[in-house]
């Protein structure tokens, strides 16, 4: 399983568990600068799993308590939020 450091395991956790999706006020945080972690490191850890996808799943599902059969499904779910968080 692939451990995911902080900042995207931390803000999974707390912005994208299954219980209390809070996307929304996630791209409220980067996209007004006022977010209390590193954008950048975030951004680059995002693209990265997006770009290497291998093993993710596990690691997400445990931290959010999402249910993801596989890493292509963990990935759409990853570009998803990037793209509401970034753009």
């Known amino acids: 399983m692939m451990q995911l450091e902080n900042p995207i ?4 956790r707390s912005f994208c568990h299954v ?3 809070e996307v ?6 980067v996209k007004g600068g006022v ?5 950048g490191a975030l ?13 993710i799943a596990n690691g997400i599902n445990e931290i959010t308590a999402n249910e993801f059969e596989s890493d292509a499904e963990a990935r759409i779910w990853l570009e998803r939020i990037y ?3 970034f753009y």
């Open 19 to 21: 219980e209390w999706y």
């Open 43 to 55: 951004k680059n850890q995002f693209e990265y799993l997006i770009a290497n996808p291998q093993g």
């Open 24 to 29: 929304d006020e996630l791209a409220e945080l």
């Open 83 to 85: 793209q509401k968080v």
């Open 35 to 39: 977010a209390k972690f590193d954008i």
């Open 9 to 12: 395991g931390r803000i999974l």
